[in-house]
């Protein structure tokens, strides 16, 4: 869950927001002559961030573009919904007069994607920010602090490291076939996360090299719920997945540490991206069933972590060993 007080932040720390690399995710060319067929996903929170009134124009211009956007998707959800209640319509009056499973299935999909689609064109139209608009996910767009030209800077990456010279398609873990025939579905490579025991090795270009900040008010991991109960599954239960917030008391934005990369190649536009730094748990998350959290930053490590060059491997170690000290609460979000 992100802390997006960028103005507070950028206060307190002296940093600057870089404008420029935020309007490269919204236009496809540096001189903004044309706008990305798809917008990369940012949580509302932060687009939200540019339709205040901006100093600068181009804080303007960004603003009126993710306007433009949002109001192109806007029409694009109409119109899905109106096909989806036809579809809906067709098919209850198909089992009016001749009940099948294949009528009822159709009406129950209809109603879910009715539901979706309902939500996504309420949540353009709010303005009011809820808890969900500051969530994100792997492959969201987040504004990450850096050191820049001796500068403190807020650049968009995305939250999947890319290391420089892999093809797109490591961003995957493709599909294994099963002794039945099938297929598994294709998933995330775990690149949003960078084990701290593999630091000096898998992450030995990046660590030392290019660090970065993102703060963050909580986080979110899938776990088993009969290990959030600290209970064993009884004879015959079944493993249930639910996902579990963690917020530190005392309640204050955490400096997490990343390390992050540029990506170019030919299958899609340059970028950068970050993974998040993890390590153990401390016992109260690893009680609620989870085995890994990113690793938070003491407020006066902030610098000597953004200007790793010169620094040896023990010392920067040490960094991430000196921790806030906090109590990590836990409470059920919602089923996974």
């Known amino acids: 869950m992100i802390q997006a007080d960028y103005d507070r932040f950028c206060r307190l720390h002296g940093a600057i927001m870089s404008l420029e690399d935020f309007a490269a995710n919204v236009w496809d060319a540096p001189n903004r002559e044309r706008k990305r067929k798809d917008r990369r996903r940012m949580p509302k929170a932060i687009e939200d961030w540019f339709l205040r009134p901006q100093r600068e124009s181009l804080g303007q ?64 139209e709010r303005v009011q920010l809820l808890p969900r608009d500051y969530r994100f996910f792997p492959q969201w767009w987040l504004p990450v602090l850096v050191m820049e030209g001796g500068q403190l800077v807020l650049k968009p990456m995305r939250y999947m490291l890319r290391k420089p010279g892999s093809p797109a398609s490591s961003d995957w873990i493709e599909a294994k076939a099963l002794a039945n025939g099938k297929k598994t579905p294709r998933r995330l490579s775990g690149t949003y996360n960078a084990r701290r025991d593999n630091l000096t090795r898998w992450w030995q270009d990046q660590f030392g090299h290019k660090h970065g900040v993102v703060l963050i008010d909580s986080f979110f991991e899938n776990v088993s719920l009969h290990k959030v109960e600290g209970r064993e599954l009884a004879p015959g239960e079944p493993d249930v997945g639910v ?82 000290e906090a109590f990590y609460c836990h409470e059920i979000s919602r089923a996974a």
């Open 61 to 124: 211009e960004i603003g009126e573009a993710i306007r433009e956007a949002r109001a192109q998707e806007q029409a694009e959800l109409a119109s899905d919904l109106v096909d989806q209640v036809e579809r809906k319509a067709l098919n209850e009056a198909k089992l009016a007069t001749k009940p099948t499973k294949t009528a009822a299935e159709e009406v129950r999909k209809a109603s879910n994607k009715i539901t979706q689609l309902e939500r996504r064109i309420a949540d353009a």
């Open 243 to 324: 996902e579990v917030q963690f917020t530190p008391e005392p309640r204050e934005p955490m400096l997490i540490a990343c390390i992050w990369d540029h990506w170019e190649g030919a299958e899609e536009d340059p970028f950068d991206s970050f993974a998040f730094i993890t390590d153990d748990p401390p016992p109260e998350v690893a009680a609620a069933g989870h085995d890994r959290i990113p690793i938070r930053l003491q407020l006066d490590n902030l610098m000597p972590w953004l200007t790793p060059q010169g620094r040896t491997v023990k010392e920067l170690q040490a960094i991430l060993d000196s921790r806030p």
